[in-house]
């Protein structure tokens, strides 16, 4: 066995999967899909072969010859915690293909169902989330970011609803007889009412990226690229018309820092709130939380996120989880590019200020575990869902950050292009990486301490605070507070939500009660429609003993499903003693039916660590 990856069962000695396809059957009442998958290996292969499965049930293999034979098969039986259940496969001599039946289960860790009660449309709706190592739960597959597939896809759904995935729409039509290749039964998979939405993944992406969604979503156009899907009729559409207006361009300001746009399409899905991700990358369609359309184009943030993505993530893709900074630095140090260009360089400095304050509180949560301050963190028996953090967005920026300040901004923006053209379709590790910089940018490593960088714990001393007049004035008024100095109504007049969250982000932790219900009394924190400034002021309200503020938490947690609300919400009550950790029980306990089981694991993990 020859282990290419700490979160997968696929053996480096093996050839792995490069196409899939896929016919799922979609069933709403049961949460189940009831599915057939046709792969195809990068080399013939005999005897052994091992695909990751979680909570999946295998119901037969065979060979895609005429007429198949069986494929011997067995699934793991007590599944690992972390990882799931190998399905280990014997293969005749020389199999390229082979074609497996399967059903998911109502548990899928990467699916949500919900039911209509619980949908804008009052209709049914399902959405994947695949990344970390979740596909699995989907379908059987090498799921790990080392192997690239293509895949198509066709999806069986009720013909009142429509369904969209990352990858190309072929089209939308009746189910044929040929369709189903043993997903279900014939019958029901032509069953009037029943349609089938087709689509086609051309670009080799890894598991991670697989994605779908379906349920009663409608759609308008941005530009000649871009469309934004969503469910809830016109007006949510209007409003996330309106929030995305600008996306066309920001496609072309990437396209002008990192080079041609590869994916064809940029669409954007916004979720049900229960999306348990601020945005996912999914190529050709990003998925989005419903909590960035504000009204005031702050959304625009997470969308160049999740655009830089399509360069620096989706292009080139770590090759583990160990090298996840490759993907969210990189794409935290584009993202922050594209902002500059089309915000301002005072934008672009508020979110780094946002950044450095968000690492220097890692190095607080991690206090006691420093191999995840790390860079390049150890990563084997570990959830990447428990240990997600800011660590390798924003160490992963300072560290491009620096190297950029080291060589200048006209040879760090050559050096980027050449990276990305260099290894796009590639999935490398964090050594290729550095023997490139090493190659291009020669006896960098006698100006840097690149090992430190990458190997070292805590925030290496050439690391930079962000420099600039706004963030220097809110830092300095957040520190006032102390002294019972609240800002003054002119000092905050032209405050949006970022400003606001860094000045709450930066207030001294041991604040008195009283002067936080008088921080709310004059500026309405609380009740914010920004939940980034609603969760940093309830947050701080928790820490200080504030107990009036407990109903507007309940709401919040039964609100919204993003784990960067519930991390922090559900860590404040359950540190507490008493009231607090008893609330925060009773309020998991009546909200998690409403959550991505993504997130009701994480939240699951916080109250039990704390019990
Ligand atoms: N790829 C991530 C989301 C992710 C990471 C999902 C790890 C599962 C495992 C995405 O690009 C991301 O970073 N989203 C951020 C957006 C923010 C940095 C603008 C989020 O969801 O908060
Ligand atoms: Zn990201």
């Excluded at 739960?137 to 799921?143: A, G, M, Q, R």
């Excluded at 290749?181 to 051309?202: I, K, N, Q, S, T």
């Excluded at 066309?248 to 990192?258: A, I, Q, T, Y």
Aim: one cysteine or more; proline letters at 7%.
């Amino acid at each position: 066995m020859a282990p290419v990856d700490p979160h997968s069962y696929t053996d480096g000695a093996h050839p792995v999967t490069k196409h899939a396809a896929l016919s799922f059957y979609l069933d709403f009442t049961a949460s189940t899909i009831h599915a057939s998958a046709l792969l195809t290996l990068s080399e013939p292969h005999s005897g052994d072969l091992l695909l990751d499965t979680r909570a999946v049930s295998v119901h037969s293999a065979t060979t895609a010859a005429d007429p198949p034979e069986p494929i011997l098969f067995s699934l793991a039986a007590s599944p690992d915690p972390i990882l799931g259940s190998a399905l280990t496969l014997t293969l005749p001599p020389d199999t390229t293909s082979f074609h497996l039946t399967f059903s998911t289960s109502p548990d899928a860790s990467a699916l949500q169902w919900l039911a209509p009660p619980q949908t804008a449309s009052a209709q049914p709706f399902v959405f994947s989330q695949c990344q970390s190592i979740h596909a699995r739960s989907i379908f059987p597959c090498h799921d790990t970011p080392a192997a690239r597939i293509t895949f198509s896809l066709l999806l069986n759904v009720p013909s009142q609803l429509s369904a969209v995935a990352a990858a190309r729409h072929v089209g939308r039509r009746d189910p044929l007889p040929s369709d189903h290749c043993g997903a279900c039964d014939e019958a029901l998979w032509c069953a009037p009412g029943r349609v089938v939405e087709e689509f086609e993944m051309e670009q080799p992406v890894p598991p991670y990226l697989f994605a779908f969604a379906a349920g009663g979503i409608g759609s308008r156009d941005l530009g000649p690229r871009t469309r934004v899907y969503a469910e809830g009729g016109d007006k949510v559409l209007d409003e996330a018309a309106r929030e995305f207006a600008g996306v066309e361009d920001m496609v072309k300001v990437g396209e002008d820092l990192f080079g041609p746009y590869e994916w064809e399409r940029f669409d954007l899905l916004v979720l049900p709130p229960s999306f348990p991700y601020g945005g996912m990358e999914n190529p050709r369609m990003v998925f989005l939380t419903p909590t960035v359309i504000k009204g005031d184009a702050s959304g625009a943030q997470v969308v160049a996120h999740e655009l830089a993505h399509s360069w620096t993530g989706n292009l080139i893709t770590n090759k583990t989880n160990e090298d996840f900074w490759l993907n969210e630095g990189f794409t935290t140090y584009a993202e922050r590019r594209i902002v500059e260009v089309v915000q301002g360089e005072e934008r672009a400095a508020l979110n780094m200020g946002i950044g450095w304050r968000g690492l220097n509180q890692m190095m607080e949560r991690f206090k006691d575990n420093m191999e995840f301050t790390k860079l390049k963190p150890k990563m084997a028996g570990i959830d990447p869902d428990d240990v997600y953090s800011e660590v390798p967005y924003e160490k992963g920026f300072q560290f491009l950050w620096r190297i950029e300040r080291q060589i200048g901004r006209p040879a760090f923006d050559e050096f980027i292009k050449k990276y990305i053209a260099m290894f796009k379709f590639q999935s490398i590790d964090t050594e290729t990486f550095l023997e490139f910089l090493k190659a291009n940018v020669p006896g960098i490593e006698n100006q840097i301490d690149l090992h430190l960088w990458v190997e070292g714990t805590g925030i290496p001393p050439d690391a930079m605070e962000p420099d600039s007049a706004i963030y220097k004035k809110i830092c300095s008024l957040a520190a006032e507070f102390k002294s019972g100095k609240l800002p003054s109504e002119d000092e905050v007049a032209d405050w949006n939500g970022q400003e606001w969250e860094l000045y709450l982000e930066n207030l001294p932790t041991d604040v008195e009660a009283s002067q936080v219900t008088a921080l709310d009394e004059r500026y309405k924190l609380s009740e914010s429609r920004d939940y980034e400034v609603k969760v940093a002021f309830l947050q701080l309200a928790i820490s200080a003993g504030c107990k009036c503020y407990f109903n507007e938490v309940e709401k919040c947690l039964k609100q919204v499903g993003r784990m960067k609300y519930l991390r922090p919400l559900y860590s404040s009550l359950a540190k507490c003693s008493g009231e607090e950790k008893m609330l925060a029980q009773r309020i998991f306990s009546e909200a998690q039916e409403f959550y991505h089981p993504i997130a009701r694991g994480v939240a699951e993990s916080i109250l039990s660590k704390h019990s």
